[in-house]
């Protein structure tokens, strides 16, 4: 099956990446779509579909970076369960926040976000470099029994890239009870 190559826009603090689609799928610029990204089902927007020459090694399989899929343009229970987190978002802030005080942690949470998998994993953006303080943060949200929880540090020059692998890289969790 041929795939095409898009740009989309996704997570809570914005990032850009290179996502494929199925040629039969029909996407449009500011469209809604449903993205399988490294950190599970998220909404996304499509920004442009990736066109030039210069992006051919993509679209053959030469490319070192990630490409998501676009699993589907959103549909209405899509955006029903995208209003329902949004909902939820504010409350799991302030929650987030209380565990990082509680904890004692020199951490400053700058926002949480849920994927829209059946399990979701909980995504926290945090104004640190990634070290001891954001490792200890993983470690105690597993142990807690929290869930799947990535610590994703954000710093002046956007986000800090993850390396997989291991609870210091945010990749700890452990279902809840």
Not at 130 to 144: D, I, N, S, V
């Amino acid at each position: 099956m041929s795939k095409r190559v898009y740009l989309v826009r996704y997570g809570a603090v914005p990032e850009v990446a290179r996502a494929t689609a199925s040629e039969e799928l029909s996407c449009e610029r500011g469209q809604s779509i449903m993205l399988k990204s490294d950190r599970g089902l998220q909404s996304a927007v499509l920004l442009d579909a990736v066109t030039s020459r210069a992006d051919s090694r993509v679209e053959s399989g030469l490319a070192d970076e990630v490409t998501f899929e676009i699993v589907r343009v959103a549909n209405g229970n899509d955006q029903l369960e995208i209003t329902r987190r949004d909902e939820e978002h504010l409350a799991q802030c302030q929650e987030w926040q209380q565990r990082i005080d509680e904890w004692q942690l020199k951490i400053e949470l700058l926002d949480v976000e849920l994927t829209l998998d059946e399990s979701p994993k909980t995504i926290l953006y945090v104004l640190n470099d990634r070290g001891a303080e954001t490792t200890r943060l993983a470690l105690l949200a597993a142990a807690a029994g929290y869930g799947v929880i990535e610590v994703q540090p954000v710093t002046a020059g956007g986000l800090t890239p993850i390396s997989r692998g291991g609870c210091g890289s945010g990749g700890c969790g452990s279902k809840k009870h």
